[in-house]
């Protein structure tokens, strides 16, 4: 018989090392998402930190790291890890319910569940994206070049515009660096705004996330910041979370002002011959769908996005949602459509403000930007 126990997130070294064990086994779990170091700098930085540990004859099968919003729980670091799953042996199925009622909540949400699901419900599968470099950065390259030409010329033009007009391109590379951490959070607080997207830094508890994983940074492990520059001219900067060989791509930004020469795909691509030259091979660019990535990462896997409910009323919501999309066929992938936006960006908000007066005004925005897609719903669709 499986049984759960919910703990602070102080595990214990005997955890701590099943957990790696595990790790190592599993290849659902490479990600730095799913490393024990990412784990222990979210337990000291976000609120409402816990673990479930899933037992079976008093002996640990699976963990699962999360952070609680009132009656809904949401995978620890929510919404800035990119990855989320159980730590567990492969092929370790357990029932999340019986998480949900040992930790009397009655929802689990999730965004980018890597590995088997089990028994909760997925409401949309997207993939994975990701460089894979075996034969290094050269033999990547003559290979892009091949597949999509005219981008790779273009960002050749690039490349030597933004030297001529501003001086030789370099690239640095910093751990625990303020200054330059805040000069990318300042650069995708004006994204936010221009997007019309929630402010995932104005909470206060991301940044220290991410300022905790810089100061225990090592070569091996931790956050790390890529910047480029032409002359003195900072184009554009990233912080990429490192584990070994594995690069995961987390927050790239760049002045809008040099968009003319493609700086963050600059970046990326001056990032790219540099780790190649590093033996790394793999660079994560996790499940999103800017047009840019088309043309340099491949699929290597789905993720899947969902919920596992245990609470009637909330089971009672979502089953009517489902009929009404039933009764509107000709307009059910709008409906659809506008559900998993709305879910979204609730989650987010959710994740971020654990204060009231936040919630409440990050709320009231998102509800003015959700009008107007509500009110398409009954437009026709031509």
Not at 2 to 11: A, G, N, R, T, Y
Not at 104 to 133: C, K, Y
Not at 150 to 171: S, T, V
Request: charged fraction near 20%; include cysteine; glycine fraction near 8%.
């Amino acid at each position: 018989m499986i049984k759960v126990e919910i703990l602070h997130p102080d595990l214990r070294d005997a955890h701590l090392e099943l957990w790696s064990a595990w790790q190592g086994r599993n290849p659902d779990l490479t990600s730095p998402f799913f490393d024990h170091r990412f784990f222990a700098a979210a337990a000291r930085t976000v609120p409402g930190a816990r673990v479930a540990v899933f037992l079976e004859r008093g002996h640990p099968i699976a963990f699962f790291p999360f952070q609680r919003r009132g009656q809904l729980i949401q995978p620890l670091g929510a919404p800035l890890c990119d990855y989320h799953g159980l730590i567990a042996a492969p092929g370790t199925d357990v029932d999340l319910k019986l998480m949900l009622r040992r930790a009397r909540v009655g929802v689990l949400r999730f965004g980018s569940w890597v590995g088997p699901v089990h028994n909760a419900v997925p409401v949309a599968t997207h993939e994975r994206l990701a460089i894979r470099m075996p034969a290094g950065f050269e033999a990547w390259l003559a290979g892009q070049h091949q597949r999509h030409h005219k981008f790779y010329k273009n960002l050749g033009r690039c490349e030597r515009g933004a030297e001529r007009d501003l001086g030789p391109l370099r690239l640095e590379i910093e751990t625990n660096n303020l200054e330059s951490r805040n000069w990318i959070i300042a650069h995708k607080q004006a994204q936010y705004r221009r997007t019309g997207r929630h402010d995932v830094f104005q909470c206060g508890w991301t940044r220290d996330l991410l300022g905790q994983l810089s100061q225990t940074a090592t070569p091996e492990f931790g956050l790390h910041t890529f910047v480029l520059y032409a002359g003195d001219t900072r184009l554009a900067a990233e912080m990429v979370l490192r584990k070994g060989q594995e690069i995961h791509r987390w927050f790239p930004a760049y002045d809008p002002q040099f968009h003319r020469y493609s700086p963050g795909v600059l970046l990326l691509s001056a990032m790219l011959k540099h780790l190649g030259a590093e033996g790394v091979n793999h660079i994560d660019f996790g499940s999103g769908d800017e047009p840019y990535k088309r043309y340099m990462a491949d699929p290597v896997g789905p993720v899947h996005e969902g919920r596992a409910e245990t609470c009637l009323l909330h089971l009672a919501v979502s089953h009517g949602l489902d009929w009404l999309e039933t009764r509107m066929p000709q307009q059910q992938a709008r409906v659809m459509a506008f559900r998993n936006s709305l879910r979204r960006r609730v989650d987010v908000i959710s994740g971020c403000e654990t204060r009231l007066d936040g919630w409440l005004r990050a709320s009231a925005v998102a509800a003015v930007a959700m009008t107007g897609k509500l009110t398409s719903l009954s437009q026709p669709t031509g």
